[in-house]
C-alpha cells in the first residue's frame, strides 16, 4: 500500500511554544491531505483539509490561527500547533487519499504531543 | 447529519472465535465502505474496503454491505490475540474525498 510518513512520533513541549509536525507521500504525490487529531479512545476527527497550493480548509470549530497548515508541495504538508496549551495535548495524525479515484486513506503514523 | 454507528465495546471473544464486527450509518448517498484497524498508540491501518453489496473476503476477513439495510460489517474468522485492537468503520459519499468514521469497537481475543 501507499506510504505516508509522519514526523515526529512524539513530541513533549512547554506550554506556550510551537511544534511543527511533518507529512509525507513517500511513494505518490498527494494533492490532498487530512490532519485529524484523536483523544484517548475517541474517534477520528478532522481537523482540516491540506490543498497543495492553496489555503487549507478548516472544520468548524478548529482554529486557524492556532493550526497552521501549509502543503507547500505534492508530497509534504505540515501542521504546526502554535502557542500550545496542555489542552492542545492529543494524537495528531496526518492522511491521504489515494487510489484509482482517490478511494483509499493512508495514515501516517502519528504523533502523540504532550504540552507540559 | 451524516452518522456512522459502532458499538464501542469491548467485543471479547475466546482465540480460534469468529469475531463479528457491526456499522450502521446514515447517509443513503454512502458509496465506499472500510474497515480500518487501530492499535493502541497507533494510527489507522486499512484492512478491507467493499463498495456493492455483499461479501467480500480476504484471507481471514470478510466484510458484508447490505446497502439497503444501511449495514456493514466485519468478520474476522480464526480470532488471534493479535487481532486485538479498535476496528473503525469508516463511509464515503461518492465523488468525495472525505470519509466520516464510527467511534471504532475494541476487540479483544483472550487465549
Known amino acids: 500500500g501507499a506510504v505516508v510518513s509522519q514526523h515526529p512520533s512524539w513530541v513533549i513541549c512547554k506550554s506556550g511554544t510551537s511544534v511543527k509536525i511533518e507529512c509525507r507521500s513517500l511513494d505518490f504525490q498527494a494533492t490532498t491531505m487530512f490532519w485529524y487529531r484523536q483523544f484517548p479512545k475517541q474517534s477520528l476527527m478532522l481537523m482540516a483539509t491540506s490543498n497543495e497550493g492553496s489555503k487549507a480548509t478548516y472544520e468548524q470549530g478548529v482554529e486557524k490561527d492556532k493550526f497552521l497548515i501549509n502543503h507547500a508541495s505534492l508530497t509534504l504538508s505540515t501542521l504546526t500547533v502554535t502557542s500550545a496549551h496542555p489542552e492542545d495535548s492529543s494524537f495528531y495524525i496526518c492522511?491521504?487519499?489515494?487510489?484509482?479515484?482517490?478511494?483509499?486513506?493512508?495514515f501516517g503514523s502519528g504523533t502523540q504531543l504532550s504540552v507540559l | 447529519q451524516k452518522e456512522v454507528e459502532q458499538n464501542s465495546g469491548p467485543l471479547s471473544v475466546p482465540e480460534g472465535a469468529i469475531a463479528s464486527l457491526n456499522c450502521t450509518y446514515s447517509?443513503?448517498?454512502?458509496?465506499?465502505f472500510f474497515w480500518y484497524r487501530q492499535y493502541s498508540g497507533k494510527s489507522p491501518e486499512l484492512i478491507m474496503s467493499?463498495?456493492?453489496?455483499g461479501d467480500k473476503e480476504d484471507g481471514r476477513f470478510t466484510a458484508q454491505l447490505n446497502k439497503a439495510s444501511q449495514y456493514v460489517s466485519l468478520l474476522i474468522r480464526d480470532s488471534q490475540p493479535s487481532d486485538s485492537a479498535t476496528y473503525l468503520c469508516?463511509?464515503?459519499?461518492?465523488?468525495?474525498?472525505?470519509?466520516?468514521f464510527g467511534r471504532g469497537t475494541s476487540l479483544i481475543v483472550h487465549p
Open positions: 469508516a463511509v464515503k459519499r461518492g465523488g468525495s474525498y472525505i470519509p466520516t
Open positions: 467493499i463498495y456493492s453489496n
Open positions: 492522511s491521504a487519499p489515494t487510489g484509482l479515484a482517490n478511494e483509499k486513506l493512508f
Open positions: 447517509d443513503r448517498g454512502s458509496q465506499s
